[in-house]
């Protein structure tokens, strides 16, 4: 019988002498590849060179060492088929058995802030890639191993069985192809980026996979949470978790909107969300009056909701916090004493989340049934607005800030959307109806009283006037709206006709 061989060429180290002997104990002889190979023979293991093998030597820095007939004609000939094997005599090519190749670090090279084009393109590994996909395609006669995690499966299954299962073959094959699409999609995202491609003839991403969940949206849903293989920082994907419950999908979902929301402001804020829509937002000169308002803007709603805030949370806010059931609170940080009273509900998720990221626009992706749609992120802030003021009458100073927070959180409502705020809070929260006037009906009836001298905004223009309409009659002295309908001109009437200001942005934020 001929003795098997095992080519080995790793990167990332972890375990592999361990594996290497293990390997060699069981008869196969190991072949080996630059650095590899040197830390293999330190270790005492016998490794024969990769240019022993080929009988040609290592060339262009390493470049080009593996790349070879006498390599992959090893790994690509049928056992089962003569003709193959006729060849390979003819030839004097031996036959590989085993596959244990991990990549160069491009994902940990152009994750360092200040990687250079000619360093990335250096770390892009082709040898690898070919052995590994050669290997995987005759993954009936080659065992491919490219996951560390995978060592001791194989091992045990030689020690135990002399060889490795079928079943187990396919598994690995099946892992390499997932691990070189995961590579080369890294590297197409990073090329694209530099040529700045935004609408590219294929699109092509990666995620790497950060937990199982119980479920989906509903227990007959089965879910998973990928997260981006480069992290954003400012993410629920990057939150660190130090209390509570695993998260849930719609934890997640939810958690999310919040964090959206609470990025929006500059000065303490707090934001409490339900069913991805906010129930309630309030800003305050420190944490506990924004939390305060944000409370008070619906006091019900928030009952099993989720939470955000842009400041570290204080034991004072933590007391008030731990009156009523929360699903998640998410902070910058909290104080020690804060976390003493929080940790107390051993259920109550508590989130920590660098929200110092820079604001930037990224892709937006959004499955449909046999596609996906991709847009960039509605990152479009209150000051990249064209502000205009159509009506008799300016909005007063207190006016301005009111409409300043509506319409910063609208934008995060779904469509058709109208929000009410006053004293810097929300009061009224119309979301996800099918005309506008009935969104704002809806904010307006949860406002109640406090819809006198509040200001409104909405997410679309007017398509009529009975919007202003509803308005007046509720109090609402201040409007902020995109403007751009061909009736606008009846909104403005209106809005003189009742003295309210009205202020137009010339920009949408429908939410879908």
């Not at 691990?179 to 294929?202: G, M, N």
Request: charged share 25%.
């Amino acid at each position: 019988m001929t003795k098997r061989r095992a080519l080995i060429s790793v990167s990332n180290k972890e375990g592999i002498s361990e594996f290497a002997k293990a390997l060699q104990e069981q008869g196969i002889e190991i072949v080996s590849t630059g650095g590899t190979q040197k830390l293999l023979k330190e270790e005492g293991i016998d490794v024969v060179g990769i240019s022993e093998v080929t009988g040609f030597p290592e060339i262009l820095d390493g470049r080009v060492k593996t790349l070879h007939p006498h390599v992959h004609a090893g790994l690509l000939a049928v056992r089962d088929d003569e003709k193959h094997q006729e060849q390979l005599k003819d030839l004097n090519i031996g036959t590989i058995d085993f596959v244990v190749v991990n990549l160069y670090p491009f994902k940990e090279t152009i994750s360092k802030p200040d990687v250079t084009f000619e360093d990335a393109i250096e770390n892009i590994d082709i040898g690898g890639p070919t052995m590994l996909r050669s290997a995987a395609k005759n993954h009936n006669d080659v065992t491919v191993v490219v996951d560390p995690e995978d060592y001791e499966k194989v091992v045990n299954e030689i020690q135990t069985n002399g060889d490795v299962s079928e079943s187990l073959k396919r598994q690995l094959a099946a892992k390499v192809f997932r691990h070189t699409a995961h590579y080369d999609a890294l590297i197409a995202q990073y090329l694209s980026e530099q040529v700045q491609e935004e609408s590219p003839e294929v699109f092509t991403v990666t995620y790497e996979k950060k937990q199982n969940l119980r479920y989906g949206e509903n227990p007959h849903q089965k879910a998973t949470f990928y997260q981006e293989s480069l992290p954003v920082k400012a993410s629920i994907a990057a939150a660190k978790q130090l209390n509570g419950k695993e998260l849930s999908y719609n934890n997640i979902h939810d958690a999310d909107a919040a964090l959206s929301i609470v990025k929006e402001f500059d000065k303490p804020a707090v934001v409490a969300v339900k069913h991805m829509n906010p129930c309630g937002v309030g800003v305050g000169e420190d944490i506990e009056e924004a939390y305060d308002r944000t409370y008070e803007a619906d006091s019900k709603s928030i009952f099993g909701g989720i939470v955000a805030t842009n400041r570290e949370i204080d034991e004072a806010t933590a007391l008030k916090m731990k009156e009523i059931f929360l699903e998640i609170i998410i902070a910058p940080s909290f104080t020690q004493a804060a976390l003493d009273v929080l940790t107390s509900k051993k259920n109550l998720r508590l989130l920590t989340i660098d929200q110092t990221d820079e604001q930037e626009t990224k892709k937006q992706l959004t499955s449909v049934h046999g596609g996906l749609l991709v847009q960039d992120e509605d990152t479009y802030s209150f000051d990249d607005a064209t502000i205009s003021i159509p009506t008799k009458r300016e909005p007063t100073e207190k006016e301005w800030k009111d409409l300043k927070l509506a319409w910063q959180v609208v934008k995060h409502v779904k469509s058709n959307a109208i929000l009410l705020a006053k004293d810097q809070m929300t009061i009224g929260v119309g979301a996800g109806q099918m005309n506008r006037v009935g969104a704002a009906e809806i904010a307006i009836e949860q406002a109640g009283e406090k819809a006198q001298g509040s200001s409104l905004a909405s997410d679309a223009f007017f398509p009529m006037d009975d919007t202003v309409e509803a308005a007046a009659k509720a109090g609402i002295t201040a409007i902020i709206q995109p403007g751009g309908s061909i009736r606008d001109e009846d909104s403005i009437k209106k809005c003189d006709e009742y003295g309210i200001t009205m202020v137009f942005t010339g920009v949408r934020h429908f939410k879908h």
